[in-house]
């Protein structure tokens, strides 16, 4: 039957649909077609994709269908109401542009697309709607990507804040920043990057914004940011440009310079008063380098007692110029602080500049100055302390060679003279020799010589010395009188020593 003057519109009208549908079928956007009854009469491939279908049938039928299928919410999460949703705001003829809403299905809810859509109204010759065309482009990669964004960016410890190129405004700015400023969100975001200027003190801070506007790199900058009291952080600052949302912008990171610069402070402090207490320190104090042991400081005490000045000192060893007069106990000495232990009171004689000995206790460690390893020396002048020990010494050895003469009280005295003059020695105690040690010391303090002592014990001589020379080096004494002090010190006499006595404990 031919085809009447009435049909051929439909059929015109038919084959225009057809060819649209070839065109937007191989398109990567989603495009999903409306019937004015709001039926859904086609959609292309990419559009059953973006929806998890496989047909038509999965997209409902028509807009009540859809509705009844999919979950739409805004990104902040609330839902859209159903006249918000763009198949009913397409129906209802509206054209909007860009409208964004995460999609989930009804039976599914855990599973969530995020949709950009616009819409277009196709008409007919009298102007009426036609044909509604709902536009979907999938943007879940993206924002899964600027969700990721975000987080890390929150998350961050590292301060940091993003501006827009486009005009200079900050848009962004993390939990680190706050933290480091004091400043709040609203204190930032909204301001212009010249208003709230990070680069403020920045030696370059022009280069950085003629940089900023044209949203090129900012290499790291000294600079002070602004803090809510008007005053200023010290931090290093650079600029990287970066894409948000789509939108060209600029992130800058910062370093916290203000714990460096408390510390840099307080180690000038310190470093000044060690210096002073350095200078004026009454005992001699020098600082030698570790790996050459050659003067980097010496103190006023240190000239007086050595007769050198500083500027004779710096730079030379102490074996250069001869100021240790033992060059084996200087040698164990250095080695000790090299293997890094220290020195407490090793007994050291300094040869002074005019060739006199002077007796010294050295003490030294090994410290760490201006990044380089260092030793500090302290020496204390002992010679008159010596000599005054070496005279009371002398002066019971010479009335000593026959101490059982001596009463109690006298021996006691002398001992009590010994502590005036004298630190005590080494801590040993009575209960930490042993029995034969005891009977030695016992028979010492009676005045016995090394041949009574063999007989009495029934030793030979050389064991008998033997036996002194042990007891001496344990108690740290070098001569017999000094052991019948040290013995009359913690009551000790010969007689306990031969007689089976009971013996002090200490």
Known sequence: MPE????????????????????????????????????????????????????????????????????????????????????????????????????????????????????????????????????????????EAEDRFESAFN??????????????????????????????????????VRAFDVFSGAERRDLA??????????????????????????????GQPIDVGGEPCMLFTFADLEPRRKAETSLRKSEERFSKSFRLSPVAEAITRLADHAFMEVNRAFEALSGYSDVELTGRAAADIRLWADPAARRTIEGALKEGRGVQNAPLAMRTKDGADVDCLVSAETVEINEEDCVLWVVQDVTERKKTEDELIAAIESVMADTSWFSRTVVEKLANLRQTSRKPGPGVGVGDLTERERQILGLISEGCDNVTMSDRLGL???????????????????????????????????????????????
């Not at 299905?105 to 697309?113: E, K, N, V």
């Not at 190129?165 to 900050?170: E, F, G, K, L, N």
């Not at 001569?479 to 010190?489: D, L, P």
């Open 155 to 192: 998350a961050n410890p590292a301060p940091a804040l993003i501006c827009r190129v486009s005009d200079q405004i900050y848009v962004r700015v993390n939990q680190g920043f706050m933290d480091m400023t004091g400043h709040d969100r609203s204190a930032v975001v909204g301001q212009s």
């Open 4 to 143: 009447s003057p009435m049909d051929a519109p439909d059929a015109a009208i038919k084959t225009d649909r057809a060819a649209l549908q070839q065109v937007i079928a191989g398109l990567t956007d989603g495009v999903i077609l409306v019937e004015p009854d709001q039926s859904i009469s086609w959609a292309n491939v990419a559009a059953l994709a973006m929806h998890g279908v496989q047909s038509l049938d999965g997209l409902g039928g028509s807009v009540d269908g859809y509705r009844r299928t999919f979950r739409l919410r805004f990104r902040n999460n609330h839902p859209l109401p159903e006249e918000k949703y763009p198949l009913d705001r397409v129906v209802a003829g509206e054209t909007f542009d860009d409208v964004t809403v995460e999609v989930s299905p009804a039976a599914d809810p855990d599973t969530t697309w995020v949709h950009t859509l616009r819409s277009l109204v196709v008409v007919d010759r009298a102007g009426e709607p036609e044909l509604l065309v709902l536009i979907v482009k999938d943007e879940t990669e993206r924002f």
């Open 460 to 506: 030979s001589t050389n064991t008998v010395r033997n036996h002194v020379a042990s007891l001496f080096r344990k108690i740290g004494v070098n001569r017999r009188a000094a052991a019948v002090v040290w013995a009359r010190e913690r009551g000790v006499t010969g007689e306990a020593a031969i007689k089976g006595k009971p013996w002090p404990s200490a």
């Open 209 to 238: 914004h003629e940089r900023i506007a044209e949203g090129r790199a900012v290499t790291q900058m000294e600079a002070e940011v602004p803090l809510p009291d008007g005053t200023g952080r010290a931090v290093i600052v650079a």
